[in-house]
T-cell receptor
Framework: DAGVIQSPRHEVTEMGQEVTLRCKPI?????LFWYRQTMMRGLELLIY????????DSGMPEDRFSAKMPNASFSTLKIQPSEPRDSAVYFC????????????????FGPGTRLTVT | GEDVEQSLFLSVREGDSSVINCTYT??????LYWYKQEPGAGLQLLTY?????DMKQDQRLTVLLNKKDKHLSLRIADTQTGDSAIYFC????????????FGRGTQLTVWP
C-alpha cells in the first residue's frame, strides 16, 4: 500500500501568493481530514470530508482557506492569499468507514507538507 | 473543558520506563488512541484501547484507562533512544463520530 500521499513535501512562497496543497487518500477510504501543526497551537483539524462531502469545516481559519474533494482519490487545500502566519506543517489523513471497523476511527496520516511563507 | 490534555515534555534515561499521561473529556468516548510522530514524519498509530477495557499490553507498551477520572496513560518499558518522538493522545467522542480529538503531544527525549 502506498499510504496517504501528499505533495509537495516542502513549499516556500512569498506573502500574497496562492498555495495549493494536494492529497491522495488511501484507496477505499471514505473520510479525509486536513490538519495543521504548529508549535504554538499543536495539531488543529481544519476540515474533514466523508464520501467527498465536507462534514465539518469549523476549523478553517478564515476565508483565505478553501478545501475541495472533487473525487474519492484527490483533495486540495488552497490558501489565497498566503500570509507568514500560515507557515506550518499541513497533514492529510484518511480513514475507512464503518463503525464496526476493528480499530474504530483510526486515521492514517500522510508525511505532511511543510509550508513556509516569507 | 474541551481539550485533551497532556504534559508537553518528558525526559528519561535509556533503559528506564516512560509514562506519558493524558486526560480526555468525553465519558462516552468509544476508542482512545496513542499516536507517535517521529521527526519530519506524519503521525502513526502506536496503540489504542476500547473504552470497555482497563488495560492493554502490547510488547513494551502498556495502556491504562481510568474511565472514572477520564485518564489515559502510556507506559513504555525499557525505553530506547529510538523511542524519542512526540506522542499524541486522541479520543473519539460519541457525539461527533468520525473525527478524533488530539492532545498537544508529549515530546519524549531518551538520553543514552
Amino acid at each position: 500500500d502506498a499510504g496517504v500521499i501528499q505533495s509537495p513535501r516542502h513549499e516556500v512562497t512569498e506573502m500574497g501568493q496562492e498555495v495549493t496543497l494536494r492529497c491522495k487518500p488511501i484507496s477505499g477510504h471514505n473520510s479525509l481530514f486536513w490538519y495543521r501543526q504548529t508549535m504554538m497551537r499543536g495539531l488543529e483539524l481544519l476540515i474533514y470530508f466523508n464520501n467527498n462531502v465536507p462534514i465539518d469545516d469549523s476549523g478553517m481559519p478564515e476565508d483565505r482557506f478553501s478545501a475541495k474533494m472533487p473525487n474519492a482519490s484527490f483533495s486540495t487545500l488552497k490558501i489565497q492569499p498566503s500570509e507568514p502566519r500560515d507557515s506550518a506543517v499541513y497533514f492529510c489523513a484518511s480513514r475507512p468507514d464503518g463503525q464496526g471497523y476493528s480499530r474504530g476511527y483510526e486515521q492514517y496520516f500522510g508525511p505532511g507538507t511543510r509550508l513556509t511563507v516569507t | 473543558g474541551e481539550d485533551v490534555e497532556q504534559s508537553l515534555f518528558l525526559s528519561v534515561r535509556e533503559g528506564d520506563s516512560s509514562v506519558i499521561n493524558c486526560t480526555y473529556t468525553d465519558s462516552s468516548s468509544t476508542y482512545l488512541y496513542w499516536y507517535k510522530q517521529e521527526p519530519g514524519a506524519g503521525l502513526q498509530l502506536l496503540t489504542y484501547i476500547f473504552s470497555n477495557m482497563d488495560m492493554k499490553q502490547d510488547q513494551r507498551l502498556t495502556v491504562l484507562l481510568n474511565k472514572k477520572d477520564k485518564h489515559l496513560s502510556l507506559r513504555i518499558a525499557d525505553t530506547q533512544t529510538g523511542d524519542s518522538a512526540i506522542y499524541f493522545c486522541a479520543e473519539s467522542r460519541g457525539s461527533t463520530l468520525g473525527r478524533l480529538y488530539f492532545g498537544r503531544g508529549t515530546q519524549l527525549t531518551v538520553w543514552p
